[in-house]
């Protein structure tokens, strides 16, 4: 999902408070007219952000609805099909596979449970109130590849995370975008003989700090990356790399509440970066 667009850094309210005040002041008219022409560009300027942002966000709301819908179709049909079948199973008193469709019915509930709760996860982000304070975001990053490496010892990985990566944002919310990251990058890295990691930043192209998560693994193929950050997209199919689909689309939400960017780039077999800025709530 494209993030939204960031609001205008001038508003035209303040500038017709000081319009008024110096009409009460007795400014000269010509100068006035100007102003008011000036104030009026600012709130078409305004008004077309708005618009773009409640475009942006009807777009997102029915992608999120599709995704929501058709992922929690497959579960309920699993449910319905194996009941279907235990009914059966039972009134033929094969208490066998009565057990193993009640097995299935129970997998099929607690993957309902799971998709609702990384909805719940991503509801909340849009909701939760911000604490923005500087954050070491390579801390965050050794920690939770760390932390990753302790559950895979035998795991060969060469983390290379650059020092002095502090950010402006939310410390709770950070933490959750480079744990998601970090997470994303060990596990499609997990069918190589050894994971490369790197965590690290670079200047954009208007100075901009951009930060960046970059792996050799799974990769995936870039014609498919507008779904990337869809919430329940998966680039890989579950058999290969477990998992929702849910974690980027929580990282995108927390860079766009920071008013940044977030973008990747990939190539089958070869890898994934993913991009993003955080110039601050």
């Known amino acids: 999902m494209t993030p939204t667009p960031e609001s205008p850094k001038v508003s035209a309210v303040p500038a017709m408070a000081a319009l008024l005040e110096q009409l009460r002041e007795g400014s000269d ?7 008011i022409l000036r104030i009026t560009g600012l709130l078409e300027d305004e008004l077309n952000q708005r618009s773009a942002d409640v475009a942006a966000a009807h777009k997102e709301l029915e992608n999120f609805s599709y995704s929501v819908s058709h992922d929690l179709r497959a579960p309920l049909s699993t449910i319905d099909g194996f009941s279907r079948l235990l009914e059966g199973a039972s009134a033929k008193g094969d208490v066998e596979r009565s057990k193993h469709y009640l097995q299935r019915l129970r997998l099929g509930v607690a993957n309902i449970n799971e998709l609702i709760g990384a ?5 909340r982000l849009l909701r939760a109130p911000m604490a923005v304070q500087a954050v070491d975001l390579g801390a965050l990053a050794q920690a939770a590849l760390a932390a990753l490496q302790a559950a895979e010892p035998a795991r060969l990985a060469q983390v290379d995370v650059q020092p002095g990566l502090i950010a402006q944002g939310d410390p709770a919310l950070l933490k959750q975008l480079v744990e998601h990251l970090a997470g994303n990058a060990w596990k499609f890295s997990a069918k190589k003989d050894k994971t490369f990691i790197t965590v690290g930043s670079q200047a954009g192209a208007d100075g901009e700090t951009v930060y960046f998560v970059r792996d050799q693994g799974a990769g995936f193929d870039m014609a498919h990356a507008e779904k990337l950050f869809g919430i329940f997209q998966r680039m890989h199919v579950s058999s290969d790399f477990p998992g929702l689909g849910a974690g980027l689309a929580t990282v995108q939400r927390i860079v766009t ?3 940044g960017k977030i973008w990747a780039e990939a190539a089958v077999e070869e890898g994934a970066t993913i991009y993003f800025t955080l110039p601050g709530a």
């Open 29 to 35: 008219p010509a100068a006035a007219e100007q102003e």
């Open 119 to 123: 909805l719940l996860v991503v509801s």
């Open 257 to 259: 509440r920071h008013g």
